[in-house]
Nanobody
């Protein structure tokens, strides 16, 4: 399974970015719609944290507190993609953003990570 993020960049405080993540391949015969998807970020010197989660069929959407109301996660199962719309960006949102796909195989949760995309918020 390959997970590839795109859309990162440099933006001024208050600006917006839209991250995209495409998932391809399968080790279990699963399709994208079977995966639960999430976005995570890791700032220098900090632990990686989950910022948004979306379940199968777009159900059960969750956000980390500091991004609630500013970030929006969505998915397009026809395109095998998940998105993270980030508005009102703050300097503290600067981090590498990672996409994660997860599925259950024989009762075990298997995770697939992308390589990350850098988001820098700076004036």
């Amino acid at each position: 399974v390959q997970v590839v993020e795109s859309g990162g960049g440099v933006v001024q405080p208050g600006g917006s970015l839209r991250l995209s993540c495409v998932v391809s391949g399968s080790t279990s015969g699963s399709t994208f719609s079977n995966y639960v998807m999430s976005w995570h970020r890791q700032a220098p010197g900090k632990v990686r944290e989950r910022v948004a989660f979306i379940g199968r069929n777009g159900a059960n959407i969750l956000y980390e507190g500091s991004v609630k109301g500013r970030f929006t996660i969505s998915r397009d199962d026809d395109l095998n993609r998940v998105y993270l719309e980030m508005d009102g960006l703050k300097v503290e949102d600067t981090a590498v953003y990672y996409c994660k796909a997860e599925e259950f195989i024989d009762g075990v949760m298997i995770s697939y990570w992308g390589q990350g995309t850098q988001v820098t918020v700076s004036s």
